[in-house]
């Protein structure tokens, strides 16, 4: 099976990169409001007893801090938007 199929065959809340999308939106949308990691994914969770969601999230908020979108440090855990997520989310939805 292909990464295209895989995609497709995956739920979308296990699929970090549409999680991170949403994460992304409610990073943008919230601030300047101070959310933490664990905020954060709970804001977008659908299960909070689901494990493998939880993993998801981490692991997109991860990915969007690897990509430069997002920064936070680890002993704060405060995650605001880069100067170059806050222009991608403008790229991306508010120009549609």
Known sequence: MGEREKALAT???YDPVKVGAVLLHEVVEQHPER???EGLGLRVVGDPEDD?????VLEAIGELRESGLVRYED???I???TRAGLHAYTLLVEQL
């Open 11 to 13: 739920a979308p809340k």
């Open 35 to 37: 959310l933490t990691v």
């Open 52 to 56: 493998q969601e939880l993993k998801t």
């Open 75 to 77: 002993a704060v855990g």
């Open 79 to 81: 995650v605001e938007p």
